[in-house]
Structures are given as C-alpha cells and as structure tokens.
Antibody
C-alpha cells in the first residue's frame, strides 16, 4: 500500500526555522516526483514546487523561491520542506503528494497534511 | 500562470441529482486537466486525469469532459458521500488549481 505520512502539526514564532517531513512507503521512492501543495485556512490549493528524488532536481513556483527549500533523503524515502525564517503568512496546511510524470503532474497519492501555525 | 475559474463556487443539490461543475482556463491546456475531491480536514483525492480518465476506484457516476479551455465534471446521480469541495487543476504550465466548488448535499 502506497503511503505518504507527514510530520505532526507545528506552532512557531515569526523568524523561527522549521522543517516538515513526508515519509513514503509502498513504492520505489525514486520512481515518482514529490510535490508540495499549500492550503491556507479556508482557502484553495496552491502548488509550491516539486523535487525528483532520483537526482534532487527541483522546480519551484517563483513566488516561493528563496523562501522555502525542498529536499529529500533517499536513504529513508523521505521528502522535506524547510523554512529558515517563518512569517505569519506561512500559516497553512502543507501537503506532500506524488506524481509519476514530469509533465503530467497529477497527484495520485497525498500525505495527510501538516498544519503550520506561525504566531507571536 | 494559467488562471482557472470554476463555476459555481457552491451548490446545493439533492441525492440523485445530476450535478455539473465547470472549469475554464485562461489558455488552452490540451489534456493536462485533472479533477479532485476534498473533504473537510482531509487531503484531496484525484477523481479524473487527462480530462476524462477515471482514476482507479472512483465510482463511475463521476465523469469528465471538455477541451481547449472549457471543461466539465459531472456527477450523474449525487450520493450523500459526494459532499465536499471539488477542484480542477492543470499542468500544461506551472500547476494551478481552480478556486473550488463546494457541493452540499
């Protein structure tokens, strides 16, 4: 069974750093891209970027470049999303999701979501 | 970015009704068009990929159609478990989603 299991909810203050994780199982990690999708409270879905676990090649939406970092650890089949300095506007639920193709980017399995609250 | 406009933003329907949700894109997305269902507090679930291909395990009452810039998700006979918010998404360019259509049963 394919599973993407994300880390627990986080409460942070502005300016703090954070790394959330997406642990995968049930398939060959390097066969699928991992994308991250943001959902702000009560709002829709927004794609942040994707990473190819095979070679760590990354595509990011320009508005997120320089603010979040995508990475993977192939030895433990896990993807990460990281901030060095959080803002209150980063408060949202973040989902990881996998997709097979570099152009047909549709998500057939999702993590359960990690809620991030940034507040002083 | 390609803009995605869904209509309606919300709808209320009865069990057994035929429901249609439309998605208009700001430019031609060929067949790079997908549909998801999201229930409150849960991750989205893919229903349709490539405009009209039903994802494995999705009930056949769901169907997708369209071309170019105009696409439709149809639920042929609405069931109580179909409540939730539906999103279209494209990947012809940088992936973007529609704003969602909330379906109340």
């Amino acid at each position: 069974e394919v599973q993407l299991v994300q880390s627990e909810a986080e409460v942070k203050e502005p300016g703090e750093s954070l790394r959330i994780s997406c642990k995968t199982s049930g398939y060959l990690f390097t066969d699928y891209w991992i994308s991250w999708v943001r959902q702000m409270p009560g709002k829709g879905l927004e794609w942040l970027g994707r990473i190819d676990p095979d070679d760590s090649y990354i595509n990011q939406r320009p508005s997120f470049q320089g603010h979040v970092t995508l990475s993977v650890d192939k030895s433990i089949d896990t993807a990460y999303l990281q901030w060095t300095s959080l803002k209150s506007s980063d408060s949202a639920t973040y989902y990881c999701a996998r997709h097979r193709s570099s152009s047909w980017i549709w998500f057939d399995s999702w993590g359960q979501g990690t809620q991030v609250i940034v507040s002083s | 970015d390609i803009q995605m406009t869904q209509s309606p933003s919300s709808l209320s329907a009865s069990v057994g009704d035929r429901v249609t949700i439309t998605c208009r894109t700001s430019e031609d997305v060929a067949t790079y068009l997908y549909w998801y269902q999201q229930k409150s507090g849960k991750a989205p679930k893919v229903l349709i990929y490539g405009v009209s291909t039903l994802q494995s395990g999705v009930p056949s009452r769901f169907s997708g159609s369209g071309s170019g810039t105009d696409f439709t998700l149809t639920i042929s006979s609405l069931q109580p478990e179909d409540f939730g918010t539906y999103y279209c998404q494209q990947s012809y360019r940088t992936p973007t989603f529609g704003q969602g259509t909330k379906v109340e049963v």
